[in-house]
């Protein structure tokens, strides 16, 4: 206890005393705002992170600062944002105004409201780093679609090719492929004509025959074959109409006789 008495009287401490007394020591922030429970210092300390995140929108602006700096200070903006949010619900709470229904948009130094994700924004020179970018180019709107009125107002002699041959190119590249296409059907023609000719000539040779051609025939029956054979053995007769044999003529006689037979005893 003495210790504690000791430091109380020394000449530092006796300052702070007299400057607190004095009202002259900044009192710090409270780190949450349900911690205030008086609404004119909930609006002070809303306006003093208002004046903080002023002079880093500030800073911020400088692209030399590099890369990782921007990103910090980026983030210390959020940071007092989401703070700021946080006062403004505590100055609600204790029946002060609804700073986030009428208070302004956040705008950025050219009068445009900041861009975000998410609740997460950029600020300054934030919006052209890396990957931030490509976060704000907007994808080209669709070409509207025309109605069917509009269409049919393109639409003319000249959309059903009417107007083709007035430009002096098709005539003469029709002229040119339509007398090659009459080239070769004509080619085409001749030589179907003549692998036809020689086809049909072939084929007659084949068929034409000579009338006086003799065809061996071997005989079925064996008397046929005697009747055939002379006495040198040598083929005696060649029938060109069917000759009956001596069986048949015999047969045939055999029953002339019958008949004449049977006749006369009808007759008598």
């Known amino acids: 206890m003495a210790r504690n008495a000791e430091k109380a009287m020394t000449a530092l401490a006796r300052f702070r005393q007299a400057q607190l007394e004095e009202g002259k020591v900044k009192e710090r922030r409270p780190f949450l705002a349900s911690e205030c429970s008086e609404l004119p210092k909930a609006e002070k300390w809303r306006r003093q992170i208002i004046s903080e995140i002023s002079k880093k929108v500030a800073q911020i602006q400088n692209a030399g600062l590099g890369e990782f700096r921007i990103r910090d200070l980026n983030d210390e903006i959020n940071k007092l944002l989401r ?89 003469p590249l029709e002229a040119q492929y339509e ?15 003549e692998s036809r000719v020689s086809g ?18 071997e005989p079925d029956d064996q008397e046929e074959q005697e009747e055939q054979e002379g006495e040198d053995g040598g083929l005696a007769f060649i029938a060109h109409v069917p000759v009956p044999s001596q069986k048949e003529v015999r047969h045939t006689n055999t029953l002339a006789c019958n008949v004449r037979t049977l006749t006369a005893k009808d007759d008598a």
Request: net charge negative; no cysteine.
């Open 83 to 171: 703070e700021k949010g946080h006062w403004e619900v505590r100055i609600k709470e204790l029946g002060g105004p609804d700073y986030a229904r009428i208070g302004p948009r956040m705008l950025d130094h050219e009068g445009k409201e900041v861009p975000g994700n998410r609740g997460y924004k950029y600020f300054g020179a934030a919006r052209d780093l890396p990957g931030v970018r490509e976060l704000f180019e907007k994808e080209p709107a669709p070409a509207p679609r025309k109605t069917r009125g509009e269409l049919m107002k393109d639409v003319d002699a000249e959309y059903y090719g009417y107007r083709d041959e007035d430009d002096g190119v098709l005539l």
């Open 179 to 193: 007398k090659q296409a009459v080239l070769e059907a004509v080619h085409r023609w001749k030589t179907e004509r």
């Open 200 to 217: 049909e000539k072939q084929q007659e040779e084949e068929e034409e025959e000579s009338i006086y051609t003799v065809y061996n025939e």
